[in-house]
């Protein structure tokens, strides 16, 4: 790979943008019919496809708990969805490492002791990756758990955080990520200001994280508002209503 | 049905909830305190590599073992460096045999992860010729889970690098039990993990307080004092302050573990 070219010149990403700008992101809920909720995302190239079925009768029965309803949460990539090579269908060992860490947000956030002995089944496929597909995911199957009724405390959402050329950036795209020195998903809470997923790779320091932590509760006050109008234009139409709903 | 190892676990783990209430642990432990441990090396000569770590009743080994592979495509001058782990059924009642599940690749690529963040083994120097390179395979071996896992892998892995010996290569093949020197490591990395119980967070949980827990923070730190890999696991959530606290923590309880694997 081009490793030489530089990723940040003039205070400038390659595409533009500033060190904390987000990519276009945009979400679309209850695109699908058979589920009880689903939820498109589009997030710069990313294209995530999110659904929610449930809460249903446990299967097989023996998982079921009495006190809650269990949460699965499948997170996979689809073999046509990065530039490069064709990849393997289902979920890697990576994959199942993020179904496992997106199923702790969902039961989190899902209250899951109103419906025991039931199961509530998450799916987020990637259609087209271009690096923070995790988070993308798990913004779009938050907002698919909402559209499906699942009562939950809040909606979850968030941004990938990284350390390209020695300067922390918001929103990694795939580029970016690849030659980052640095890599922290988050997914928070922004009702009860909590860290609901966070992975980290790279070396950091305290400040550093400290300040991709700040830089992650932003990103995600954007991103939020998009999911809401997304909520709202699929019970209220489009263009409905003012900002205040 | 839930198994009947599951039900004595809820029942041990609703009796660590009680005695936490009053900020006791059931083994008298401080809230921020390990449990003995050890560390032996070169336990399983016929591996490259190897070590057996005890946290208290927890038992992980690791070997290292060696092999010529094909680079991959996008890197084809660096030698490949591959963490697994296997949960034997030996190990813990509800262990079975079989593929990784969730548990076992999730502990994996933690360790997996802080070292290759921590940029531990140059895979650099592992290039032999065109289309060959030299790949280290650390694998662990959970002997006895009685909590904290994750302490005790990083530990096994770490103490099974600096043990391990790079083979001798002789016209692009490995020469078996001859070695071309050690493995030389350019820092140490090894994890804390934090438990949160009832809102309480306390370091090295044993078995039970293991199945009580409600949410992990596990943070890799580098001996240099850099955090190389983070994973915050199960259903509780923590503040970013928590977090920054916890890592300062992280890099003081490491502290006699690299001693002791320096030693």
């Known amino acids: 790979m081009e490793k030489e070219k530089k990723l940040i010149v003039d205070g400038k990403r390659a595409d533009g943008r500033g060190m904390e700008d987000l990519r276009p992101l945009s979400i679309k809920a209850g695109v699908l019919k058979r589920a009880?909720?689903?939820?498109?995302?589009?997030?710069g190239r990313n294209k995530v496809l999110a659904a929610a079925y449930g809460p249903r009768e446990v299967f097989p029965k023996h998982l079921s708990n009495v006190h809650k309803a269990i949460i699965n949460c499948r997170y996979a990539m689809a073999p046509f969805s990065s530039i490069e090579e064709h990849g393997?269908?289902?979920?890697?060992?990576?994959?199942?490492?993020?179904?496992?860490?997106?199923?702790?947000?969902?039961?989190?956030?899902?209250?899951?002791?109103?419906?025991?002995?039931t199961q509530i089944d998450i799916s987020m496929e990637v259609l087209q990756s271009d690096g923070g597909t995790r988070v993308a995911g798990i913004t779009a199957a938050s907002v698919a758990?909402?559209?499906?009724?699942?009562?939950?405390?809040?909606?979850?959402?968030?941004?990938?955080?990284?350390?390209?050329?020695?300067?922390?950036?918001?929103?990694?795209?795939?580029?970016?990520?690849?030659?980052?020195?640095?890599?922290?998903?988050?997914?928070?809470?922004?009702?009860?200001?909590?860290?609901?997923?966070?992975?980290?790779?790279?070396?950091?320091?305290?400040?550093?994280?400290a300040r991709m932590f700040e830089m992650?509760?932003?990103?995600?006050?954007?991103?939020r508002a998009v999911q809401v109008q997304a909520l709202k234009d699929r019970y209220y139409g489009p263009h409905e209503l003012n900002e205040d709903g | 049905m839930a198994r009947e190892a599951d039900i004595v676990d809820e029942i041990r783990a609703e009796y660590v909830k009680d005695v936490l209430k009053n900020g006791q642990r059931v083994d008298g432990r401080e809230l921020l305190a390990y449990r003995p441990f050890s560390v032996q090396k070169g336990v399983?000569?016929?591996?490259?590599?190897?070590?057996?770590?005890?946290?208290?009743?927890?038992?992980?080994?690791?070997?290292?073992?060696?092999?010529?592979l094909e680079p991959f495509a996008d890197r084809p001058t660096e030698g490949v460096f591959t963490v697994q782990c296997e949960f034997l059924p030996l190990a813990h009642p509800t262990f079975e045999a079989g593929p990784p599940n969730e548990n076992s690749i999730e502990?994996?690529?933690?360790?997996?992860?802080?070292?290759?963040?921590?940029?531990?083994?140059?895979?650099?120097?592992?290039?032999i010729e065109e289309?060959?390179?030299?790949?280290?395979?650390?694998?662990?071996?959970?002997?006895?889970?009685?909590?904290?896992?994750?302490?005790?892998?990083?530990?096994?892995?770490?103490?099974?690098?600096?043990?391990?010996?790079?083979?001798?290569v002789e016209e692009a093949k490995i020469v078996r039990q001859e070695y071309s020197g050690a493995l030389p490591l350019q820092r140490l990395v090894l994890s804390s993990t934090f438990e949160k119980i009832n809102g309480t967070v306390l370091l090295d949980a044993d078995g039970d307080e293991d199945a009580a827990s409600e949410g992990r923070l596990v943070l890799a730190v580098s001996d240099d004092g850099f955090l190389c890999a983070s994973q915050k696991s199960k259903r509780a959530a923590f503040h970013a302050e928590e977090i920054l606290a916890l890592f300062d923590l992280a890099k003081d309880k490491t502290a006699p573990l690299f001693r002791a694997i320096k030693a």
């Open chain 1, 36 to 43: 009880d909720g689903s939820a498109l995302i589009e997030w």
């Open chain 1, 88 to 117: 393997r269908s289902g979920p890697n060992r990576r994959a199942i490492e993020i179904g496992k860490v997106a199923k702790h947000v969902f039961e989190n956030i899902v209250l899951t002791k109103q419906f025991p002995k």
């Open chain 1, 145 to 209: 758990l909402a559209d499906a009724g699942i009562p939950m405390k809040d909606l979850v959402q968030g941004v990938s955080l990284g350390r390209v050329e020695g300067q922390l950036v918001a929103d990694l795209d795939k580029y970016e990520d690849n030659q980052g020195e640095a890599d922290v998903p988050l997914i928070v809470s922004l009702r009860s200001r909590e860290i609901l997923l966070f992975q980290q790779d790279g070396m950091l320091t305290k400040e550093e994280l």
């Open chain 1, 216 to 223: 992650g509760f932003k990103g995600a006050e954007a991103v």
């Open chain 2, 44 to 68: 399983f000569p016929n591996a490259e590599g190897s070590a057996l770590a005890k946290l208290g009743d927890t038992q992980v080994a690791a070997g290292i073992k060696f092999d010529i």
């Open chain 2, 107 to 127: 502990l994996a690529r933690i360790v997996d992860r802080g070292i290759r963040s921590g940029e531990c083994v140059d895979v650099e120097k592992f290039f």
């Open chain 2, 131 to 168: 289309g060959k390179v030299l790949g280290l395979f650390v694998d662990l071996y959970v002997l006895d889970h009685c909590g904290n896992l994750s302490d005790c892998a990083s530990l096994a892995a770490m103490a099974a690098l600096t043990d391990a010996k790079i083979p001798k």
